[in-house]
């Protein structure tokens, strides 16, 4: 294995898989540290945590059981993924985790760039945009877990760690690999935060940390790193390989986000049948994973069972509840219907939201993922056995129609 990856949640893990793949990498995805070696035809493995939003010093405790099973396989670089609207709390747990992958790889000037061009993840004098909006301004600030109200990434991060927190500007970034080096070379700080605008800077970034034994971003920022082992003769020139799975399909989708509330009313206006969840039911026993498999499977087409609310409607639950226990609940709901249809015969699965997909990895009891290609951008389609195929996505991500386009690449 050459590239060992930490990912703090599942869906943002297969997209960093699809970045990879799509350059030519043999990638396997692993729900949490495996217990066995890797196969040793793995070039890039990349361990899926649930640690995003969990207490800080699990998320370290994990994150480091992770680095210590890479080391174990290998591996020359790593990288700690996260999402690209930079997900967290003043707390953490991008700083905490970062530090203490910093301090077990006696790792200095230690990039952070959450930067994806490709979906309007962009980052200029150290501020991230979403589209042609601050971070702050772009609906993460109603987030209900990790609300995002500071687009200057290196404030945010500075709350989170006790290391300062520097800056390489797009100018700098501009000049090319050289140049970003001398400037990272030259920097006071431990941490230090990259604007990049366009994915050719992703790719100089890549070129600049090839020696640099930890790197932290989303996925763009592994564009250029498949291309640095190849310049090596380390990668192998079969690459991967897919094939899809017929079957029934059936969705699920726990995100509140824009983009995923935009797809479910578009599932809806398309004619596909949708069932609506109400968290008040599920938190009350009388909507349970039971009656919902029941209903999709007795649909005809895509059916999509979904609890996709107004971000006012989710907190109005949370106050009554606790977020905590609301979020468990649905978790253990999704997680609880996603093994009862696969057990009813479905064999091509959607998700949408991270916390609801990891929630469904973890409930289907898959060890590991094969990525495959990609359905829309940081969303590739993946294997999770002989007759099971996935699309897990991150509430953020996605076309409109990303259901119906799930459906139709997963079965090949």
């Known amino acids: 294995m050459l590239l060992g990856c930490i990912g703090d949640d599942f869906t943002g893990s297969s997209d960093l898989g699809n970045t990879l793949v799509k350059a030519g990498m043999r990638v396997v995805q692993y729900s949490g540290t495996p217990i066995m070696p890797a196969a040793p035809d793995v070039e890039a493995g990349i361990v899926a945590l649930k640690s995003r939003t969990m207490p800080v010093a699990d998320a370290v405790r994990l994150s480091l059981e992770a680095l210590d099973w890479l080391r174990a396989q290998g591996c020359r670089q790593f990288l700690f993924k996260y999402c690209s609207t930079f997900d967290s709390t003043p707390q953490g747990n991008i700083g905490p985790v970062a530090e203490a992958l910093a301090d077990a790889l006696n790792a200095d000037r230690v990039i952070f760039c959450p930067a994806f061009p490709a979906t309007g993840r962009t980052i200029y004098q150290g501020h991230l945009f979403v589209g042609d909006r601050l971070l702050s301004e772009s609906g993460m600030e109603n987030h209900p877990l990790t609300p995002m109200t500071d687009p200057d990434l290196r404030r945010w991060l500075s709350r989170q760690t006790r290391e300062g927190v520097g800056h390489i500007p797009a100018a700098t970034v501009w000049q090319g690999p050289d140049a970003v080096r001398a400037a990272l070379s030259a920097q006071p700080h431990r941490f230090v935060v990259t604007d990049a605008i366009r994915d050719e800077d992703l790719v100089v970034l890549g070129q600049a940390v090839a020696d640099q034994a930890l790197l932290t971003g989303g996925s763009g920022i592994a564009l250029g790193l498949p291309a640095n082992f190849r310049a090596r003769g380390l990668l192998s020139a079969e690459g991967p390989h897919w094939h899809g799975q017929p079957g029934p399909v059936a969705a699920l989708s726990g995100s509140c986000s824009r983009a995923t509330r935009g797809q479910v009313a578009r599932h809806i206006a398309d004619g596909n049948p949708a069932m609506e969840i ?29 609890s996709s609310a107004d971000p006012d409607d989710v907190r109005a639950v949370q106050q009554r509840h606790g977020t905590e226990a609301v979020a468990a609940r649905l978790d253990s709901f999704f997680a609880e219907t996603a093994r009862l249809l696969v057990a009813g015969g479905v064999t091509r699965l959607i998700t949408a939201g991270g916390e609801t997909s990891g929630a469904v990895v973890e409930g289907l009891s898959v060890a590991s993922l094969e990525i495959g290609p990609e359905i829309d951008p940081g969303v590739p389609a993946i294997r999770a056995g002989d007759a099971l195929v996935l699309a ?19 079965a090949g």
């Open 278 to 306: 109400d968290p008040e039911a599920v938190m009350a026993g009388t909507m349970t994973a039971r009656h919902a498999t029941d209903w999709a499977l007795s649909q005809d087409g895509l059916p999509l069972v979904y």
């Open 392 to 410: 897990l996505k991150s509430g953020n991500f996605g076309a409109e129609n990303f259901f119906a386009k799930a459906a139709e690449r997963l």
